[in-house]
């Protein structure tokens, strides 16, 4: 069968009866081949190869399959990864690949005593409002460096607060934090887990947390597994924006592309409920 696919593929540079006769396939069976109505599987590759495409453009390009595959169950197509990975490779669609190893932003501040452990790496919540996990990263600039704090909720995925500056004291943490209160106003006990970097540890960003009824939780030191989804969402981030230019221009650029990536893909994207 695939000396008749590439038969009707070439057929248009080349006879048919030459390639028959250098493939050792005879004419008439060609043309009953091709008479034949594509089998069911057949039918179905076509159906989800078409929204394979529409769910990759929609990720902008920067989904592989696994994500494709799971934007597919979840809008109840059903198909095996497999079968998704396989579709994929055939027209040459690829997810966008993960970079290096980010560098460090965590300065622990050596007198500062961190807030015990409450999550122990169950990053997992029924409701949302109940865990919240936040970090730091940055982003390259030809001016310096942007840096993004965020604040994740760990049932529904989304951004619940984040603030950018050029700075890593501890208004950006604050900042990202006000937001998160300002946008969901959780009910008191909700917990928010970060690493011990000094910004967390600070008696200012200590004071806003208790003035909002917020528990901390803080991971060791060293550790990512310890605010494991945290760190992939840094992950997710950094290589969903690698289709633009590199580095920024200007941290007015970056701004622009990071909170577009946020409230304009990550999070209308979740298929996390949001209450």
Same mark, same amino acid.
Do not use: I, N, W
């Given at each position: 069968m695939s000396r008749f696919r590439f038969i009707d593929a070439e057929k248009a540079d080349y006879p048919v009866s030459l390639l028959c006769r250098v493939l050792k396939v005879s004419r008439s069976g060609y043309y009953v081949w091709r008479e034949r109505p594509p089998s069911k599987r057949s039918v179905e590759d076509s159906a989800f190869t078409a929204r394979i495409r529409e769910v990759h453009e929609r990720s902008r390009r920067t989904y592989g399959y696994p994500r494709v595959h799971a934007e597919l169950n979840a809008s109840g197509l059903r198909c095996g990864r497999r079968r998704v990975a396989r579709l994929m490779r055939k027209v040459g669609l690829r997810g966008c690949m993960r970079g290096r190893r980010r560098r460090s932003t965590t300065r622990r501040d050596g007198n500062a005593v961190p807030a015990p452990d409450l999550v122990d790496r169950r990053f997992l919540a029924a409701f949302p409002d109940r865990l919240w996990l936040a970090d730091i990263t940055y982003v390259p600039t030809r001016e310096g460096f942007l840096y993004l704090s965020f604040i994740l909720d760990a049932c529904s995925r989304k951004v619940v607060g984040w603030s950018m500056d050029n700075h890593l004291r501890t208004e950006l943490v604050t900042d990202a934090l006000r937001m998160a209160l300002w946008r969901r106003r959780p009910p008191p006990g909700v917990v928010h887990?970060?690493? %011990? &970097?000094?910004?967390?540890?600070?008696?200012?960003?200590?004071?806003?947390?208790?003035?909002? &009824?917020?528990?901390?939780?803080?991971? %060791?030191? &060293?550790s990512a597994l310890d605010n494991a989804m945290a760190e992939s969402f840094v992950s997710t981030l950094k290589a969903e924006m690698a289709t633009a230019p590199r580095p920024f221009p200007t941290r007015e650029a970056a701004r622009t592309a990071v909170f577009e990536y946020i409230e304009g893909f990550y999070n209308p994207s979740s298929q996390y409920p949001t209450k």
């Open positions: 887990h970060s690493d %011990r &970097g000094s910004q967390y540890t600070a008696l200012s960003f200590g004071e806003c947390l208790k003035e909002a &009824g917020v528990f901390p939780s803080m991971g %060791r030191v &060293g």
